[in-house]
């Protein structure tokens, strides 16, 4: 059964950070891209940031370059997104997702997690 479960989200003030995590399951992690959206209240969903199997390639939107850091351990099956600098047009539940092929659009992704909820304040 596969599961990805994000944790780390929460309230935060405008220059601050926090760090999500994705815990995969149920399939060969390193096998995987893995990347970040999110979905702010009344958008589209949006890529945030992708990391491919290896962790050797990397890809950033252009609204987080610069202060988000997309990551992986595959030893733990799990993904991180560190995010500095926050904003509040950064609040948004975020989601983790599991594609076989690196890629931008979420239409390539084949497992989805229930998401995080980060919040910031100005």
């Known amino acids: 059964q596969v599961q990805l479960v994000e944790s780390g989200g929460g309230l935060v003030q405008a220059g601050g950070s926090l760090r999500a995590s994705c815990a995969a399951s149920?399939?060969?992690?390193?096998?995987?891209?893995m990347g970040w959206f999110r979905q702010a209240s009344g958008k589209e969903r949006e890529v945030v940031a992708v990391?491919?199997?290896?962790?050797?390639?990397?890809y950033y939107a252009d609204s987080v370059k610069g202060r988000f850091t997309i990551s992986r351990d595959n030893a733990k099956n799990t993904a991180y997104l560190q995010m500095n600098s926050l904003k509040p047009e950064d609040t948004a539940v975020y989601y983790c997702?599991?594609?076989?092929?690196?890629?931008?659009?979420?239409?390539?992704?084949?497992?989805w997690g229930q998401g995080t909820q980060v919040t910031v304040s100005s």
């Open positions: 997702a599991a594609a076989r092929f690196y890629g931008f659009a979420d239409r390539l992704y084949d497992y």
């Open positions: 149920g399939f060969t992690f390193r096998n995987f891209a």
């Open positions: 990391i491919s199997g290896s962790g050797r390639t990397t």
